[in-house]
């Protein structure tokens, strides 16, 4: 059965640092683009970073440009983002999504981990 999950989430202050972890089974995880949303509490879930099968495509949302990094281990089946110089915004419950871009793939999602930035 496919699955993703995801960890690394937590509570840390504001300007530090913490890796997400998305780790895939039961399918072939290097035939799937990889994207990371989130959903900040009573807010809807919006893209954050996403990451082509090979990696060498990667595009981020403005708010997070400069500051997270998506990266992929396929040999590991696990996709990164590090997120660095975080801030209260970013709080959330961040999500992975996979999109097998074969003809007929699915699409699957992780159950989230939580990211919270307080002082």
């Known amino acids: 059965q496919a699955q993703l999950v995801e960890s690394g989430g937590g509570l840390v202050q504001p300007g530090e640092s913490l890796r997400l972890s998305c780790v895939g089974s039961?399918?072939?995880?290097?035939?799937?683009?990889v994207s990371w949303y989130r959903q900040p509490p009573g807010k809807q879930r919006d893209f954050v970073a996403s990451i082509s099968t090979t990696g060498h495509i990667i595009n981020y949302v403005d708010s997070v440009k400069g500051r997270f990094i998506i990266s992929r281990d396929n040999a590991k089946n696990t996709v990164y983002l590090q997120m660095n110089s975080l801030k209260p915004e970013d709080t959330a419950v961040y999500y992975c999504?996979?999109?097998?871009?074969?003809?007929?793939?699915?699409?699957?999602w992780g159950q989230g981990t939580q990211v919270t930035v307080s002082s």
């Open positions: 039961g399918f072939t995880f290097s035939s799937a683009a």
């Open positions: 999504n996979a999109d097998e871009v074969v003809v007929g793939g699915y699409s699957y």
